[in-house]
């Protein structure tokens, strides 16, 4: 856990104004470690952060992928999930931030909110990876996905990949 902690801190190190020590040791005892293994539905809380570690994790809204979530991105989970779902597509490692404790620090460490704005701001830029790629054209998509993507085309349907990049099967096919 202490070297995952280490690469989420160092991911977030230029949002805060100094080193904030005393914030980061309160944020690591508020930590948890989750591990899950491939095909398990991650045990998801509203409000909570997590941070992929290690895996892979597909985010599903209804019957679709609609984010590929890989080793060193954040998954923030709605207040109001409605039929949002999380599934490891392969063996996961992750630390979580259950919203109450986040609730807890902010009211006794009032500076830990730049590392929450550090979290948000990087979340908000991983997220952006679909929208990207649905403003492409079909074949660009294809492309894209591969370059992006690559390394779990042989752990996902050819169904959700098609559906996450917005084409029909059978034309993924044929381009695959």
């Known amino acids: 856990m202490k070297i995952d902690f280490l690469k989420l801190r160092s ?8 080193k904030m020590e005393e914030e980061w040791e309160v944020l690591k005892k508020h930590l948890s470690l989750i591990c899950c293994q ?4 991650l045990p998801v809380s509203p409000g909570d952060i997590y941070f992929l570690a ?12 609609c984010r590929i979530i890989k080793s060193q991105q954040l998954v923030f989970v709605p207040l109001h999930p409605h039929n949002k779902r999380f599934y490891a597509l392969k063996d ?4 979580v931030l259950g919203r109450s404790s986040l609730y807890d620090i902010v009211v ?5 909110l730049y590392i ?3 979290l948000l701001d990087l979340w ?3 997220s952006q990876d679909r929208t990207d790629l649905l403003e492409m054209t079909k074949v660009l998509r294809v492309e894209y ?3 992006m993507h690559g390394d779990v085309i042989n752990y996902m349907s050819r169904r959700d990949i098609a559906r996450y990049i917005g084409l029909s099967e059978e034309y993924l096919r044929r381009l695959f």
């Open 11 to 18: 991911m977030l190190a230029g949002y805060s104004p100094d």
């Open 38 to 41: 491939a095909n398990d539905r």
């Open 54 to 65: 290690e895996g892979v994790i597909l985010k599903y809204k209804d019957e679709k992928v």
């Open 92 to 95: 996961c490692r992750l630390l």
């Open 108 to 112: 006794a460490y009032p500076r830990v």
């Open 116 to 118: 929450y704005d550090g």
């Open 124 to 126: 908000h830029e991983q």
């Open 145 to 147: 996905f591969k370059s």
